[in-house]
């Protein structure tokens, strides 16, 4: 399978899923149980990811799950759009929670959002921060990288 | 008639996990809200009262620089510090402080005697390892291969995670010149026939090396009984400071290894013309030593020696004994590494998640274990896994905290189910 340009765009994170839906969500998630839940569900709704993405070039290093990264840049709207797998549930769904704030932004709206401070506003910040060996902090540097990449262009 | 036996167990306290928990101060706290769990010991295990103290008093009272020999502290740090090296001689019944090295833990000390093992090797040689090996046991090798042009063979392992003696048999030839072999396993928790393996390899001439890093937790080692060349092993893996490990060589092996790295404390005589080199074991320890960790470790080997070992070995067993009781009432929950002879180390995965998602989730639960490939890839990709979870006991865990993990193992399945 091969990605299209339709799959990126389809990409409900970002899009059907928005960052005021998360937000409202954990207002309501009382124990770990129930935002853990939450967020495997949310890794859930990661559109399948193509066969033939997975090579070295989109390998996100430093994760002890496997983690594939891949965008597409939309020239008509400038907006970037990014497709993300990981074998690891609770890492799709962080995953998920980062597209749903960066997903489908011009490069310039991408780089004012601020994730840190996202993951500290739901009590995630632990997930994201650099004594974590679990590759979300490349993860988020690989698409600033991008997105600086592609806003110079 | 019973009587007696009532004063002698008076005498020698039954082991007390609860007792022994106030030995241990980090354990007394909560994590994410709930009580720590600490089942991470293979990693590395917690510290004792005694050892913190000890390394506190060494600061306080006696700190200085060793061998030096001009002034009053200086002779106690060097007393402390070659105290704790004759505790190390005694811990693993070596004949003379002469053959324990300070190192900084297991990997430096296998580092050190694949460089002094270098000159010895030649084209073709084979270097026996296994599959089951820590990457510190097989790194520095694979390193030494590649400038000497000697082979690193690793010797296979069965499904349940034993030793495959056939493979050892096989490949123990006459090209073989080291064999480097782990005592435990860290991620199976395999105790490996160590003893039998060494003397095969000693009747054809071979150099032997053991990596006791995970067997010393455990059990005590006699490395004259096991007649092994050199063993290794690290101080925070036996309750020590990290950053100190020692290394054990026979004397006559060590004197005909050139030293591992050059300055002070290493040399008799430097002079532009040439140096000579110190004596054992100060040749292979170049440079102001880890005086402090040294003491700790000291403190530490001491502590484990006035516990009742047979009750301890017994209680660890319970702990695994119970563990593998527990593992059906978690569904798709599969033990990796079932060897009849173990530590109690429990590898294990459940279906449909992945051992990132077990830890993540363990933790949210106060519960501590490893998950990852363990520097191990190798055998990761024997059993065809990414990575297992982990969890590995210490004596102060307690049969409560094994219940516990595997109520937080069932609410995890529930959550992904």
Known sequence: MTASVQDFLNNPLGKDTRLEDVLDAFEFLDDWEERYAYIIDLGKQLPAFPDDARVEENYVHGCQSQVWLIHHYDEASGKLYLLIDSDAMIVRGLAAIILVALNGKTPRDLLATDIDELFEQLDLFRHISPTRGNGLRAMVGKIRDLAALTGQA | ???????????????????????????????????????????????????????????????????????????????????????????????????????????????????????????????????????????????????????????????????????????LGDRTRVLAITHVSNVLGTVNPVAELIARAKARGVITLVDGAQAVPHFQPDV????????????????????????????????????????GEMIERVSFSGTTWNVLPYKFEAGTPAIAEAVGLGAAIKYLGQLDRPAVEAAENALLDRAN?????????????????????????????????????????????????????????????????????????????????FTALQKIQRLFA
Request: proline residues 5%; glycine residues 8%.
């Open chain 2, 224 to 263: 004259q009984a096991l007649d092994c060349d050199f063993y290794a092993f690290s101080s925070h893996k036996v309750f020590g400071p990290t950053g100190i490990g020692a290394l054990y060589g026979k004397a006559a092996l060590l004197e005909a290894m050139p030293p591992y790295q050059g300055g």
């Open chain 2, 1 to 171: 008639m019973t009587d007696l036996s009532v004063a002698n167990s008076a005498n020698k306290p039954a082991f007390d996990a609860a007792a022994i928990r106030r030995d241990f101060p980090i354990l007394a706290q909560q994590v994410n809200g709930k009580p720590l769990v600490y089942l991470d010991n293979g990693a590395s295990a917690q510290k004792p009262l005694a050892v913190l103290d000890a390394m506190d008093r060494y600061y306080r009272e006696m700190h200085s620089n060793v061998h030096r020999g001009a002034h009053t502290l200086g002779d106690r740090a060097t007393a402390a510090f070659e105290g704790a090296r004759e505790i190390v001689r005694d811990f693993l019944n070596a004949a003379s402080t002469r053959e324990i090295i300070w190192t900084r833990g297991t990997t430096e000390a296998i580092n050190l005697v694949a460089n002094g093992l270098a000159p010895q090797l030649r084209e073709g040689d084979e270097i026996l390892v296994s599959q089951m090996e820590h990457h510190a046991n097989i790194v520095p090798w694979q390193m030494i291969a590649a400038r000497t042009g000697a082979r690193v063979v690793p010797v296979q392992v069965t499904p349940g995670g034993e030793l495959d003696l056939e493979s050892f048999d096989s490949l």
């Open chain 2, 325 to 405: 009781q527990l593992v059906e009432s978690v569904p798709g929950m599969e033990i990796i590494g079932t060897a009849s002879h173990k530590v109690p180390v429990m590898s294990f995965k459940i279906a449909g998640l992945h051992p990132s998602d077990i830890g993540t989730l363990l933790d949210q639960q106060g519960i501590a274990i490893r998950t990852g490939h363990h520097c191990a890839m190798p055998l990761m990709d024997f059993y065809g896994v990414p990575g297992t979870a982990r969890a590995s006991f210490a004596f102060y865990n307690t049969l409560d905290e094994v219940d516990q993990l």
